[in-house]
């Protein structure tokens, strides 16, 4: 008889809360992680963050190795793969970590069934989040949907709760199961390794970050944002640092936490404006427009830039992002949903809350969005957050040549903005 410990979005083995109530089952635990084959099938072969999960489950791999324990590592249809399991192997008890997304509980939902049907025990925890959908509302229990005031219940609550225990499960490793499974290499899985690699994350370049993090020429971020999304590091810790050193990063770790309770509670985020008032705007949604924003062709300097940032680097600045984002809606008139399912495609960091949330934000469709009548100038927000043209100068080589001419003028696209979205919103 054995448990399972499932890995997903949860790649550790430091401060990993499933993982420590796993270890403390009265049966050996296999850890176990699935490359589910229907999301595999729609990346590119050399997808960078397939190149990230193995590196990161190789790491974990070897430090299981110490405790003669190791990885099972499966390929295949997620439902299918626990139908094998529960043939192979008597399982008692599975212990996983609660993911929010609506794909993943409908997942997580049809295996618990599953594991039921085979009376093997399913249990889950909250360990992506310090507080989950329910924990943060107001006083009537309905979601918060502005942002300041989830924050200030979320600080309030936050000061009320006793130090954050650390779960340190390295006093339960006896308890892994001591057999040694034959760990895939990356072209197993059908992948080959990428060229693009995730950044370390550093709090060394924190200190000023209020006064820098807007300016995409100084490496003042974190760089943390890869690494909450596959859990390489634990949210509580990053917490606990974020409060004692910097109030203003501990408020960006609190949008990562807004945005998931609002997927949680609005699933229709996911495709639709969560303002339905916006429905009726009339986008141009013309494919060679797209095209131009993709291949950072708009002849606006800070817009191309953020783009092949992207494009070469699966990377880019969070200043850089709203700019480029508010130009393809705005300008451009695309809807945001082509925007950000580009951005899915790219980012290493991408994650569907956060994504659809601050895609909606800069549209004006979302919760707590930026007014519509506020369009981003391209050219002033260089001048005010690259005014030596640092940054521009990284990405655009020829910048100095004479840069091309802008696809469309400002103050027409502007103008052009603010007619079609008022002609299209429902009061
Ligand atoms: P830091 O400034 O060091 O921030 C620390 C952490 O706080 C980040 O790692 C992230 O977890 C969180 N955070 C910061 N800003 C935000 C925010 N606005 N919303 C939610 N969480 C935030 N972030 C993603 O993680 N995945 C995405 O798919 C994503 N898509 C975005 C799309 C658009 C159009 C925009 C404008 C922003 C998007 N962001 C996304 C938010 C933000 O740009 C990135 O989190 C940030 O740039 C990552 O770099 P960092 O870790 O160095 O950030």
């Not at 225990?165 to 760990?183: H, Q």
């Not at 985020?269 to 494919?287: C, H, L, M, P």
Request: net charge negative; charged share 25%.
């Amino acid at each position: 008889a054995v448990s399972f410990f499932w890995f997903r979005r949860d790649l550790r083995l430091e401060d990993n809360i499933g993982l420590y109530h796993a270890l403390q089952s009265e049966y050996p635990v296999i850890p176990l992680f699935i490359f589910d084959e229907a999301i595999l099938d729609s990346l590119p072969k050399d997808d960078a963050r397939v190149t990230f999960i193995h590196e990161s489950l190789t790491q974990i791999n070897t430090q299981l190795h110490e405790f003669k324990s190791s990885l099972l590592i499966k390929k295949g249809k997620t439902q299918q793969v626990w139908k094998d399991l529960l043939d192979e192997f008597d399982v008692k008890e599975v212990f996983f970590n609660k993911d929010y997304e609506p794909f993943a509980i409908q997942r997580d939902e049809a295996i618990c069934q599953l594991l039921e049907r085979n009376q093997s025990i399913s249990y889950s925890f909250k360990d992506q989040v310090l507080f989950e959908e329910k924990e943060i509302t107001k006083a009537d229990g309905l979601p918060y949907t502005v942002y300041t005031p989830y924050k200030n219940k979320w600080l309030e609550k936050f000061h009320a709760i006793s130090p954050i225990r650390e779960y340190d499960a390295g006093d339960l490793f006896l308890n892994f199961y001591r057999s040694k499974f034959p760990f895939p290499i990356l072209e197993e899985i059908g992948f080959v390794e990428s060229a693009i690699k995730v950044k370390p994350y550093t709090f060394e370049t924190l200190s000023n970050y209020q006064d820098t993090r807007d300016f995409p020429a100084v490496d003042s971020t974190s760089y943390l944002s890869p690494h909450l999304r596959f859990g390489t590091v634990s949210i509580r810790k990053m917490i606990r640092f974020a409060a004692k050193t910097n109030a203003v990063f501990l408020s960006e770790l609190i949008w990562r936490e807004f945005f998931m309770q609002i997927l949680y509670h609005f699933p229709k985020v996911v495709t639709q404006n969560f303002k339905s008032a916006y429905d009726g705007i009339q986008w141009r949604n013309n494919e060679e427009d797209f095209k131009r924003w993709c291949t950072g062709t708009t002849g606006y300097p800070m817009v191309d830039a953020g783009m092949r940032q992207l494009n070469e680097t699966g990377y880019m600045h969070n200043r850089v992002r709203m700019v480029v984002a508010s130009f393809l809606c705005k300008h451009l008139l695309i809807q945001w949903q082509w925007g950000e399912a580009y951005f899915a495609e790219k980012l290493l960091d991408y994650d569907l809350s956060a994504n659809v949330g601050n895609w909606q934000w800069a549209a004006g469709t979302g919760c707590d969005a930026a007014p519509y009548f506020r369009v981003f100038n391209p050219e002033i927000q260089q001048q005010k957050f690259d005014e030596n043209g640092i940054y521009v100068r990284i990405w655009i080589p020829e910048f100095d040549l004479g840069y091309g001419e802008p696809m469309v003028d400002h103050a027409f696209a502007r103008d052009r903005a603010i007619a079609t979205y008022k002609a299209g919103i429902v009061k």
